[in-house]
Structures are given as structure tokens and as C-alpha cells.
């Protein structure tokens, strides 16, 4: 039986960025080799303003990128939803292939221009071709099973 190491992928992250009215967007990945991923973002110190929280899917990359599932609208104060996470899980069959939707990215944007402090992982899971190691980001440089 393998571990959760060894079946779930870290594809990509970003280390602490501002998210405003600019979007904080990690690098896009292909969603190839696997079924399913989860974005995990961790909101820092937040403006009050609102955010909106997104698994993006693109052409080949970035290109005419759009939303595949979001958390939107999420109200922001210091009190609600400062030092919290936000979780998106998707399943990768819905990508737009017919489109020519391969990639995906997670992005967080704010609805002002303060905004806030924040850091985003994407991981897969249900993986079609071998262990993690496989698919990961070149920046994972141990899995301890």
C-alpha cells in the first residue's frame, strides 16, 4: 500500500505574495497525469475587502485563461478570515479539453487595491502514471513515504 506521499503531487506553489485588485497567480501546470487536484490558500493579513479564490485552467499555459472552480465573494476583515485557508477541490475531467484546456494555476484576487499577504499550493491526486515523484515540482526536494 502506498502513502499519501507518494499519491498526491505538489504541482505548484507560490511562497508569501500580495493578492489585490492585481491577482496573485501561481505558475501554470499541466493537469495531464492526474484526476483530480485541490488548491490550498492561506489568507495572511487581509484588507476588508472582498476575495475571490480560483482554480484557473488555460491553454498550454496561461492563455485565455478562466476560472474551472472559484470561492467568491469571501468577505474580509481582520477579525473573519485573517490567517485562514481556503480550499478548492476539483475534478480535472471537467477542464475544458474540447477547448484545449490542459493547465491549471491557482489565483486569488482582492477587490481593492490593498488586498494582503497571502501563499497558495496546488496539489493532484488520483495520479495516472506512477508515484508523485513523477509529476512533482522540481522545488520538492524530499518525499518521506
Known sequence: MSSLAEETAVLTFT??????????VTSYVS??????????????????????????QGQGGSTN????????????????????YVV????LNDLDVDGGYTHIAGRIVTGGATGGTCSM??????????????IDSTDVISITP
Open 88 to 91: 478548492i477541490g476539483v475534478d
Open 15 to 24: 511562497a508569501a505574495g500580495t493578492a489585490s485588485s492585481t491577482p496573485l
Open 31 to 56: 493537469a495531464a497525469n492526474a484526476g483530480r487536484a485541490l488548491l490550498i490558500a492561506r489568507l495572511g493579513d487581509m484588507a476588508s475587502e472582498t476575495i475571490d479564490v480560483a482554480i484557473y
Open 121 to 134: 499550493v496546488v496539489l493532484a491526486g488520483d495520479l495516472r502514471f506512477g508515484p508523485a515523484s513523477v
Open 65 to 84: 485563461a478562466k476560472a474551472l472552480k472559484a470561492a467568491t465573494q469571501i468577505a474580509a476583515s481582520a477579525s473573519a478570515n485573517d490567517n485562514k
